[in-house]
């Protein structure tokens, strides 16, 4: 299972542009408190997010009660990473595996990116910016996993399209 892990968010838009592309590809999200707004509906529908009630997420007090309670392989998204993103292997459709993305301002703390650097990594880009926009790396992530294991238990056509109209668009 993928699992989108956000270290203390900043920015409720990002957050609810992941958390659509949580619903969009079955990915579990895990926020890590303190969260820099509320987690209520109004502050999550002005990101856009009609689907919250499909969202599989936990919110946790801290990153060491989210390490308890979790366990598989975790990448850490960094700028201080120095392997692209694409250089692992996120096939095998059995695995837990945790992106983790650090808060808007400052990223992932050092502290935690120390214990981890076999699993730091950086999606490559140019030298005239710093990094990406948040929600832009966490789909980038999922995208590459799932391409990796084939797009599992997702869509290639509109599900609530007919076959016919399905057809009557290739013509």
Do not use: W
Request: hydrophobic share 35%; net charge negative; charged share 25%.
């Amino acid at each position: 299972m993928l699992n989108i892990v956000l270290y203390e968010p900043e920015i409720p838009q990002n957050t609810g542009n992941i958390m659509r592309t949580c619903v969009a590809t079955g990915a579990m999200l895990h926020l890590i408190e303190p969260l820099g707004f509320k987690l209520d509906e109004k502050s999550i529908k002005r990101s856009g997010v009609n689907y919250i009630d499909k969202l599989v997420y936990k919110v946790y007090k801290n990153y060491d009660e989210f390490l308890k309670e979790n366990k598989g392989t975790f990448y850490y998204l960094t700028r201080y990473g120095h392997i692209p993103h694409t250089s692992f292997d996120y096939s095998n459709k059995d695995e837990n595996i945790y992106f983790v993305f650090g808060k808007e301002s400052t990223g992932i703390p050092k502290k935690i990116l120390k214990d981890n650097l076999d699993h730091c990594m950086r999606i490559p880009m140019t030298d005239n910016v710093r990094a990406l926009n948040l929600s832009n790396t966490v789909a980038i992530m999922v995208y590459e996993a799932l391409r990796q294991q084939n797009y599992p238990n997702l869509f290639f056509d509109e599900p609530h399209k007919t076959k016919t109209e399905i057809e009557d668009y290739q013509e």
